[in-house]
């Protein structure tokens, strides 16, 4: 070999060395950033659960930058994000989280979104739970026309607990 097979070698594997950091840069920030952002858009991810002056159990949920309230819980043995919706008359699971719990399709049902009429499909949960919260035998919805992670968490949970909201908190009671 010569001086200038020698100058282009360690050109080369300078370069290579070169693209390593930036991949290895990249890869901290996106870990980094990822996980940042997961935290704004659900900043419960880790409820606490603890006793009100009147002995109820109690969960404390903060509103995300969006206004929403997402939270980490349960379903069956199952964690799932949660996206509560007063709006929602049940708990609609996606289609992905239903074969991820092993859910099977019940009776259809006709129900109107904010996307129009839909057929969904009736099955019935065994747990549901926010922090130390938990209901059993709640009723749900398998919503085909949900494309997203979260299961909406409708009053079919949500009207056997009291809920309070205060600026920008959710507190939940049982």
């Known amino acids: 070999m010569n001086d200038r097979d020698d100058i ?4 080369r594997l300078g370069g290579v060395m070169q693209a390593l950091a930036w991949l290895v840069f990249l890869g901290i920030a996106v870990f980094f950033f990822g996980e940042r952002l997961e935290r704004q858009y659900n900043p419960n991810q880790s409820v606490q659960t ?13 509103r995300n930058r969006s206004g929403h309230y997402v939270t980490t819980g349960q379903i069956n043995d199952l964690t799932v994000t949660f996206l509560l919706d007063t709006g929602a008359t049940g708990v609609a699971v996606p289609p992905g989280i239903a074969r991820q719990l092993g859910l099977k399709r019940g ?13 969904s499909y009736a099955v019935m949960l065994d747990r549901v739970s926010v922090g130390g919260i938990e209901l059993r035998g709640v009723p749900a919805l398998i919503s085909p026309g949900l494309s997203m992670e979260e ?13 309070t909201q205060r600026g920008n908190t959710l507190i939940l009671r049982q």
């Open 151 to 163: 299961v909406l968490l409708g009053m079919s949970f949500l009207q056997h607990i009291e809920f």
């Open 107 to 119: 009776a259809p049902v006709t129900t109107r979104t904010a996307n129009g009429t839909v057929t």
């Open 8 to 11: 282009n070698e360690q050109r």
């Open 50 to 62: 603890q006793y009100s002056p009147g002995g109820q159990l109690e969960v404390v949920l903060e």
